[in-house]
């Protein structure tokens, strides 16, 4: 399986940041699936797809979208590329044939995260945001929040949601409904408890 994918990916993404970025995620994914009692090889699959739809057009983002039937919000319909995560893990399943719902959940949730969210894709929303690519802006933030891995797990994936509402936030964007719902989900610490096994 996690060859068909790569060769996927590379096709998709060529020699790009894009890829590297990719590489990186996939990569950390793995390292955090190691105390999160995630399968490292399935969410080297996710963390390989997360980002195969990004370089689509605003026309062929929309036009994949209606092929899988994903609903579009206002906010899609501003912002496109809030959409690559859903259209990346149906192509998982129509262009690979891999049927995988934890993959695909961690896919699709990627950027926004989600309230209740499975392990798979809580690690894989945290890898995204924790690697580090070649070439790329490192914060000492970032390096502060990857150092308290993995003792403070629960503290790190919160500083993923802030990492992101900040640069948002920054560039004057809109935060994602779905971002905001998971963000007051997991700021009780019950909710956390449980998504980390930590009761």
Same mark, same amino acid.
């Given at each position: ?19 590297? +970025? ?8 793995? +390292?955090?699936?190691?105390?999160? $009692? ?12 997360? &980002? ?5 057009? =605003? ?14 919000? =206002? ?9 690559? #995560?859903?259209?990346?893990? $149906?192509?998982?399943? &129509? ?17 926004? #995260? ?20 070649? #070439? ?13 891995? =993995? ?20 560039? $004057?964007?809109?935060?994602? =409904?779905?971002?905001? &719902? ?18």
């Amino acid at each position: 399986m996690t060859e068909k994918v790569i060769e996927f990916v590379k096709d998709r993404l060529g020699n790009t940041y894009r890829f590297r +970025h990719t590489m990186a995620v996939a990569e950390e994914a793995k +390292h955090i699936a190691s105390f999160m $009692n995630v399968d490292e090889e399935r969410i080297y699959v996710a963390a390989l797809m997360h &980002d195969t739809a990004r370089g689509l057009t =605003p026309e062929d983002m929309y036009s994949e979208a209606r092929k899988y039937k994903i609903q579009i919000s =206002p906010l899609d319909e501003k912002r496109p590329i809030l959409l690559h #995560g859903l259209v990346a893990a $149906n192509w998982l399943i &129509d262009r690979l044939n891999v049927v995988d719902w934890e993959i695909y959940e961690a896919i699709c949730l990627h950027t926004t #995260g989600a309230p209740n969210m499975g392990k798979m894709a809580a690690a894989l929303f945290m890898a995204d945001k924790l690697a580090i690519t070649e #070439g790329s802006h490192v914060d000492k933030d970032l390096l502060n929040a990857r150092k308290i891995l =993995p003792d403070d797990i629960d503290k790190v994936f919160l500083w993923c949601f802030t990492y992101s509402f900040k640069y948002l936030m920054d560039n $004057n964007q809109e935060l994602h =409904p779905v971002s905001i &719902d998971a963000w007051n989900y997991y700021c009780k610490k019950e909710n956390l408890e449980v998504l980390f096994g930590k009761k």
